[in-house]
């Protein structure tokens, strides 16, 4: 059968505007989490989120691209770059452009764009709308703007399902190049969503913190927002290899699974379905796993529910396991999350560093996992799994070796 | 030149990235090679400066050449003062 090696990898968050920067930040156990300041917080109740910093778009595109793309998709489109460099893959060449997949995930797409043009049709009630919106603001413009850029003319959309937008799309861009529909993929998610009144809708859900993420820790108030984006090029594992590419970790496997339970509360059962999926796709054994990148959102209801459910699927071995959240450090990236996260799980195969849970205090005797609190950890680990766990009960599970 | 034509031919310009001096009376849009969506951009910038609405495919307006824009702009900002200074009804 088939393998899948991933051979790009590009990101941008709070914790850096490249993959190196976030991960020697998620190294170093510094949280990107501190005070709003890209949009007025003076409505806020929540003033703090993990915000991209000292961004400045024209340094990446000049005005008139820049007129087509929503932040959301500037994130992916300079993850995409990066990506897409590291391969050392021309996509123009050989007509690989056909041969590959385009498929990155969001949870709400252009929401600046629709905040922006709301905004001026009812607050200042004009009529006239930007000719640019729908093109702006469609979920799948990531996926288009990368496509056109690098000619990419194989199966190419988005996927959507909020939190585990980006595993979900991953997953999908694994299976193809797997199965051999396609032979490249450009995958990953992307997520720009922090405007006031986005704010204000999470803190109506009552699971956003006040002072910062705590993942497991007793004293966690819950989720905080982050942006950003991560993308991956996904290539034949034996064709990477034959043209001596740098192959960063091998995609092994995906478990998906749906709660079919509470709009919003997790299931322990469900989760651990798609954990175990995960570990049947990508044919491991519990024992095989060193490291889990939990979804982790320092929620009342996500930390127990996800320590339960891997201590189903791992038994005993659940307490040889490191599980970290790194969303103590970048926050909540959404439709982002999972793809930023990669890069932790791929730092950890690759280094044999786990990146720590940050902000940690208290341990919760619900939440009795190894959760390497606050300081990174030397560990060297052959596979490791990365799990998004969404609202609606959406879950899924990757799974990644050591190349 | 008047002030629209110099403004629609300043907003011509900038959205389609043309040096002003290759812009006369006669060009159609077409000529100008302007793609459609900036096209639609140019259309949007001149409504949203003058606060009008160009019709959308009415033969009574060319919104193809660059004089049946002006002369467009100009009778509907015309159309829009009579409207303000139209005396109202008492019932």
Redesign the interface.
Known sequence: MRRVAITGMGAICALGHDAPATWAAMREGRSAIGPIRNIPTDLLNIKIAAEVHGYDPLAHFNP?RL?LLDRVSQFALIAAREAVVQSGLDFRDDARGDRSACIIGTGIGGENTHDEQSRRFYEER???V???TIVRLMANAPACQISMEYALTGPTFAVVSACASANHAMAQAFDMVRSGKVDFAVTGGSEACITVPTVKAWEAVRVTADDTCRPFCRQRRGMVLGEGSGVFVLEEFEHARARGATILAEFAGAGMSADAGDIVLPSETGAARALAGALADARLEAGDVGYINAHGTGTPANDPTESRAIRRVFGAHADILCVSSTKSMHGHALGAAGAIELVAAIGALREGVIPPTANFIDADPQCDLDCVPNVAREKSVRAVLSNSFAFGGLNAVLALKRA | MSSVQETIFAIISKEAGIDPAKISLDSTLKDLEIQSLDAVQIIFEIEDHYRVTLPDRDPNFDTESVSGLIVAVERLVAEKQNAAAAPTVQA
């Open positions: 008139k007129l004009n009529p006239r930007h000719p640019l």
